[in-house]
């Protein structure tokens, strides 16, 4: 339940009213029912005189996170976080277009997908307008992940409303920025394909306590503070990756430095996931991979067609 504050708010937004005048209100409709209810069960009964039902408004809003495949009327408010270019491909009698938008709203991101002659629905709109899509209906795609589509029925309206999307949820759902290695900066989360042309390989022991590092004496491991442990073995494995533009150092830490090492990469290409990052003693960037996976080729041809 909403606290008075915010109920006072938005029956003064959604009508004339100015706050003490609800205030007054509010007041009056106590002494009437002898302070039977609490304030704020009273600033729902005087909405509801006001013709404003605060309660049917909320539970109709559908939130991001929410939105499950196979839904055939979705409703969503959000803000616009990318719009990609119209992307054409070939289709029986014609060419066919193709627009992605990523929405987000406070409790999410998902793809809205727009096709052919509804694009003109997103004329004019750009990225962080917030918008009402309305009559959309939801599926799944290749990826197993669940896009909102519109259809001929769909609408989308621009709305004068400020949608936070939390930082976090938008870089997620904005993902890693294919870079060319020649072209990465400081704090960047990328995505590079390149081939590892240098590797080495580092193993460490850690205290599985505090992770510090721990010292070796004869044939047991000592930490500064919890003493003698069975400690815990690290990798790290460093080098060069080239992608043709440019060559920059990267390095990989535990699960995911094994993961690299699994996949035999020397002289291979591959995509890799990570955060460019200055380093401390040289100054110089380098990326630290969060993932690796092997190139795949159906991913790179719809990468290149936007
Ligand atoms: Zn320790």
Same mark, same amino acid.
């Given at each position: 339940?909403?606290?008075?504050?915010?109920?006072?708010?938005?029956?003064?937004?959604?009508? !004339?009213? =100015?706050? @003490?005048? +609800? *205030?007054?209100? #509010? /007041?009056?409709?106590?002494?009437?029912?002898?302070?039977?209810?609490?304030?704020?069960?009273?600033?729902?009964?005087?909405?509801?005189?006001?013709?404003?039902?605060?309660?049917?408004?909320?539970?109709?809003?559908?939130?991001?996170?929410?939105?499950?495949?196979?839904?055939?009327?979705?409703?969503?408010?959000?803000?616009?976080?990318?719009?990609?270019?119209?992307?054409?491909?070939?289709?029986?009698?014609?060419?066919?277009?193709?627009?992605?938008?990523?929405?987000?709203?406070?409790?999410?991101?998902?793809?809205?997908?727009?096709?052919?002659?509804?694009?003109?629905?997103?004329?004019?709109?750009?990225?962080?307008?917030?918008?009402?899509?309305?009559?959309?209906?939801?599926?799944?795609?290749?990826?197993?992940?669940?896009?909102?589509?519109?259809?001929? !029925?769909? =609408?989308? @309206?621009? +709305? *004068?409303?400020? #949608? /936070?999307?939390?930082?976090?949820?938008?870089?997620?759902?904005?993902?890693?920025?294919?870079?060319?290695?020649?072209?990465?900066?400081?704090?960047?989360?990328?995505?590079?394909?390149?081939?590892?042309?240098?590797?080495?390989?580092?193993?460490?022991?850690?205290?599985?306590?505090?992770?510090?590092?721990?010292?070796?004496?004869?044939?047991?491991?000592?930490?500064?503070?919890?003493?003698?442990?069975?400690?815990?073995?690290?990798?790290?494995?460093?080098?060069?990756?080239?992608?043709?533009?440019?060559?920059?150092?990267?390095?990989?830490?535990?699960?995911?430095?094994?993961?690299?090492?699994?996949?035999?990469?020397?002289?291979?290409?591959?995509?890799?996931?990570?955060?460019?990052?200055?380093?401390?003693?040289?100054?110089?960037?380098?990326?630290?991979?969060?993932?690796?996976?092997?190139?795949?080729?159906?991913?790179?041809?719809?990468?290149?067609?936007?």
């Amino acid at each position: 339940m909403d606290n008075l504050a915010e109920l006072i708010k938005k029956i003064s937004e959604r009508t !004339n009213l =100015s706050k @003490e005048e +609800i *205030e007054r209100k #509010i /007041e009056e409709k106590l002494v009437e029912l002898s302070y039977l209810i609490s304030k704020e069960g009273a600033a729902y009964i005087v909405a509801k005189e006001l013709g404003i039902d605060l309660l049917e408004k909320k539970d109709r809003s559908l939130k991001i996170k929410n939105i499950i495949p196979g839904m055939s009327k979705v409703d969503i408010e959000g803000k616009i976080l990318k719009i990609s270019d119209v992307r054409e491909f070939e289709r029986e009698g014609g060419v066919g277009k193709v627009v992605s938008v990523l929405l987000g709203d406070e409790t999410g991101t998902v793809r809205v997908v727009c096709w052919n002659s509804d694009i003109s629905k997103l004329a004019s709109l750009k990225e962080g307008d917030s918008v009402r899509i309305t009559n959309a209906y939801s599926r799944t795609n290749i990826f197993g992940n669940v896009e909102v589509h519109l259809s001929e !029925n769909s =609408s989308v @309206e621009k +709305i *004068e409303k400020a #949608i /936070e999307v939390p930082e976090n949820l938008a870089r997620e759902g904005l993902g890693p920025k294919r870079k060319r290695l020649d072209k990465i900066k400081e704090g960047e989360f990328i995505e590079a394909k390149a081939t590892i042309v240098s590797m080495l390989e580092n193993r460490f022991y850690s205290c599985p306590e505090c992770n510090s590092r721990v010292e070796k004496i004869s044939d047991d491991f000592f930490c500064k503070d919890h003493g003698k442990v069975q400690p815990v073995e690290n990798l790290i494995v460093s080098g060069y990756m080239d992608d043709g533009f440019g060559a920059v150092r990267y390095l990989a830490f535990r699960d995911v430095a094994e993961k690299i090492l699994s996949m035999n990469p020397l002289g291979k290409e591959l995509i890799f996931v990570g955060r460019v990052r200055k380093n401390r003693l040289y100054g110089n960037l380098e990326i630290n991979i969060k993932d690796v996976f092997p190139l795949n080729i159906e991913e790179e041809i719809r990468k290149l067609c936007g």
